[in-house]
Nanobody
Framework: QVQLVESGGGLVQSGGSLRLSCAAS????????MSWYRQSPGKGRELVAA????????NYADAVKGRFTISKDNAKTSVYLQMNNLKPEDTAVYYCHARSYYGSYVHWGQGTRVTVSS
């Protein structure tokens, strides 16, 4: 059974930092492109940060470039999102996402809520 379990969300003041974690199980971790999405109230789900290939290239949404960093630990089958200098517009539910490099397998976590107060 595939599980993506996020943690680390919470309430933080503007300018603060949070580190989100996503623990993956039930998948061959190295065979998946891991990424983070977010969804704010009234908006669609948007890509925040992603590993795009097997050598670790990354891609970031323009709104978070220079503030957020995606990383992963293959031994722990986990992916992280370090979020610095948070802004109220970063308030959203953040989702961990796994897409297989080969085939069409996609998995989502249940989400973790981040609230940034001004």
């Amino acid at each position: 059974q595939v599980q993506l379990v996020e943690s680390g969300g919470g309430l933080v003041q503007s300018g603060g930092s949070l580190r989100l974690s996503c623990a993956a199980s039930g998948i061959s971790f190295n065979g998946y492109a891991m990424s983070w999405y977010r969804q704010s109230p009234g908006k669609g789900r948007e890509l925040v940060a992603a590993f795009t290939n097997t050598v670790g290239s990354t891609n970031y949404a323009d709104a978070v470039k220079g503030r957020f960093t995606i990383s992963k630990d293959n031994a722990k089958t986990s992916v992280y999102l370090q979020m610095n200098n948070l802004k109220p517009e970063d308030t959203a539910v953040y989702y961990c996402h796994a897409r297989s490099y080969y085939g069409s397998y996609v998995h989502w976590g249940q989400g973790t809520r981040v609230t940034v107060s001004s």
